[in-house]
T-cell receptor, first 112, second 113 residues
Framework: GENVEQHPSTLSVQEGDSAVIKCTYSDSASNYFPWYKQELGKRPQLIIDIRSNVGEKKDQRIAVTLNKTAKHFSLHITETQPEDSAVYFC???????????FGAGTRLFVKA | EPEVTQTPSHQVTQMGQEVILRCVPISNHLYFYWYRQILGQKVEFLVSFYNNEISEKSEIFDDQFSVERPDGSNFTLKIRSTKLEDSAMYFCASNSEAVYGYTFGSGTRLTVV
């Protein structure tokens, strides 16, 4: 069935450094790739998304890249700050359907 | 900013009891979803609802689960006979188009004892 693999499961960086989270997906029909940030005890919140007709998208300190051929997509956070500490989930969706498949999450720690 | 609201925030129930989790999606959204998250694990799809009917459901969403939109604003998830393994955080979500990302509610933590 459809699956989204996410790595690493835990990532610890120094404040100011960059963080990269990588995901792969199995369903070649997937064409929409959102990223959610979940702070402890809170709801997941959409932070950025990318569609399959685009290879890269940037929003201030965060950027996403997509390699549709390899079925890889990545989240890049530059100049990390302590408030970036959270669990980040990648996800994949076939916009012809309704469900979104989530990765297992990456717990990011940004050390001050 | 519009929000998806969920009640209650925490529900403790005895195994075998029925529970109803309630959600009020964003008013102009047309697509509604339930997801669950077992503590420390990934967010799992349960069901999607569009045009007053289930549009897609997962293997988790068996005969013990049902959803309803009883009026123009509420969207409910019922679990008929709860099991210990139903203990999880249940998130409601909605969007205006199926091609967009979700707005999640704040969740209901269900504990089955």
């Amino acid at each position: 069935g459809e699956n989204v693999e996410q790595h690493p499961s835990t990532l610890s960086v120094q404040e100011g450094d960059s963080a990269v989270i990588k995901c792969t997906y199995s369903d070649s029909a997937s064409n929409y790739f959102p990223w959610y940030k979940q702070e402890l005890g809170k709801r997941p919140q959409l932070i950025i998304d990318i569609r399959s007709n685009v290879g890269e998208k940037k929003d201030q300190r965060i950027a996403v890249t997509l390699n549709k051929t390899a079925k890889h997509f990545s989240l890049h956070i530059t100049e990390t700050q302590p408030e970036d500490s959270a669990v980040y989930f990648c996800a994949a969706k076939d916009t012809g359907g309704f469900k979104t498949i989530f990765g297992a999450g990456t717990r990011l720690f940004v050390k001050a | 900013e519009p929000e998806v609201t969920q009640t209650p925030s925490h529900q403790v129930t005895q195994m075998g009891q029925e529970v109803i989790l309630r959600c009020v999606p964003i008013s102009n959204h047309l697509y509604f979803y339930w997801y669950r998250q077992i503590l420390g694990q990934k967010v799992e799809f349960l069901v999607s609802f569009y045009n007053n009917e289930i549009s897609e459901k997962s293997e988790i969403f068996d005969d013990q689960f049902s959803v309803e939109r009883p009026d123009g604003s509420n969207f409910t998830l019922k679990i008929r006979s709860t099991k210990l393994e139903d203990s999880a955080m249940y998130f409601c979500a909605s969007n205006s188009e199926a091609v967009y990302g979700y707005t999640f509610g704040s969740g209901t933590r269900l504990t089955v004892v």
